[in-house]
């Protein structure tokens, strides 16, 4: 089946501990994109990528970073500068081929501080 | 970051009833998107619209593309006790190279069977 996965469902991280979020696609999708969820407060773009080995920043880059080496995949990686980084985890992705295809999304990360 | 004001915040309905929502945005959009989310997962589309004025289905699922390109509403009728979660409105603007999609904070739905 074709799809967008994200490992683990759920992590937890220790104080000044770096983790790294997992996404993958077989979709064949130029791009990708890493979104945080809080409640109440809907999704908020962390960073994207159109192509491989290029990426942006989105609007609430501080404490992340991303790597695109792959086309499949785009890890996350939450950094111990990220204060505050309780939330779902959203990976989505796109096909580039048209301006009007929308974003497809896996089931999530749940991150949760010890 | 610029988000969508989209309402309502949540809404109760007993099972059966019809619902409404709907997203305005300050900004014009060349593509709404409407998505639902429910607990532990991802969105999943349920409608993607194109062009202004646009009214397109999907099953018991209605939206409709805004003439003014600001506006997207989303009907639900008959609604049943899946139609629990969260349903998200998101638009486009093609304008530039960024493509980002604008996101609204979201309509929690509970039907009561």
């Known amino acids: 089946d074709g799809g967008i996965t994200q490992s683990p469902k759920y992590l937890f991280r220790k104080e000044g501990q770096n983790v790294t979020l997992s996404c993958e696609q077989n979709?064949?999708?130029?791009?990708m994109y890493w979104y945080r969820q809080d409640p109440g407060q809907g999704l908020r773009l962390i960073y994207y990528?159109?192509?491989?080995?290029?990426?942006q920043k989105g609007d609430i880059a501080e404490g992340y970073s991303v790597s695109r080496e792959k086309k499949e995949s785009f890890p996350l990686t939450v950094t111990s500068a990220q204060k505050n980084p309780t939330a779902f985890y959203l990976c989505?992705?796109?096909?580039?081929?048209?301006?009007?295809?929308?974003?497809?999304f896996g089931d999530g990360t749940r991150l949760s501080i010890l | 970051g610029q988000q969508l004001n989209q309402s309502p915040q949540s809404m109760f309905i007993q099972e059966g009833e019809d619902v409404s929502m709907n997203c305005t945005s300050s900004s014009i959009f060349n593509t709404w998107l409407w998505y639902k989310q429910d607990p532990g997962e991802g969105p999943v589309l349920l409608i993607a619209l194109y062009k202004a004025g646009e009214l397109t289905s999907n099953g018991r699922l209605t939206a409709q593309f805004g003439i003014t390109r600001k506006d997207s509403f989303l009907n639900i009728s008959a609604s049943i006790p899946s139609d629990v979660g969260i349903y998200f409105c998101?638009?486009?603007?093609?304008?530039?190279?960024?493509?980002?999609?604008?996101w609204g904070l979201g309509t929690s739905l509970a039907v009561n069977p």
């Open positions: 998101a638009g486009q603007s093609n304008a530039g190279n960024n493509r980002k999609l604008i």
């Open positions: 979709l064949n999708h130029d791009a």
């Open positions: 989505a992705s796109k096909s580039s081929g048209s301006i009007y295809q929308p974003q497809h």
């Open positions: 990528s159109q192509i491989v080995n290029d990426f």
